[in-house]
């Protein structure tokens, strides 16, 4: 059974750093590629980055490259999400999600995890 538990959210001021975790107990990683997506109220769930399973070949949203970087273990069955240089627009919910497919749309990410609140004051 696929489960997927993120961890590392928490409120921070602009500039400072956060990593975020995503576990699978299932021990679902092998094969799939990951990915990490926000949302924030009102607004649709948007893209952040994802990594390939194979070979940590990565994609980055404009919004984000250059500050975030995404990385798994796929032995320990964790992903990572490291964000530096966090800007107020950040502040969103994190969710991590499982695609057999390279992507960044929503749709294409069979399970997901329940999502971690990111804060980031000015």
């Known amino acids: 059974q696929v489960q997927l538990v993120e961890s590392g959210g928490g409120l921070v001021q602009a500039g400072g750093s956060l990593r975020l975790s995503c576990a699978d107990s299932?021990?679902?990683?092998?094969?799939?590629?990951m990915g990490w997506f926000r949302q924030v109220p009102g607004k649709e769930r948007e893209f952040v980055a994802w990594?390939?399973?194979?070979?940590?070949?990565?994609d980055y949203a404009d919004s984000v490259k250059g500050r975030f970087s995404i990385s798994r273990d796929n032995t320990k069955n964790v992903l990572w999400l490291q964000m530096n240089s966090l800007k107020p627009e950040d502040t969103a919910v994190y969710y991590c999600?499982?695609?057999?497919?390279?992507?960044?749309?929503?749709?294409?990410?069979?399970?997901w995890g329940q999502g971690t609140q990111v804060t980031v004051s000015s």
């Open positions: 999600a499982r695609s057999r497919w390279l992507s960044r749309i929503v749709g294409n990410y069979d399970y």
């Open positions: 990594i390939r399973w194979s070979d940590g070949r990565t």
């Open positions: 299932g021990r679902t990683f092998s094969g799939y590629n």
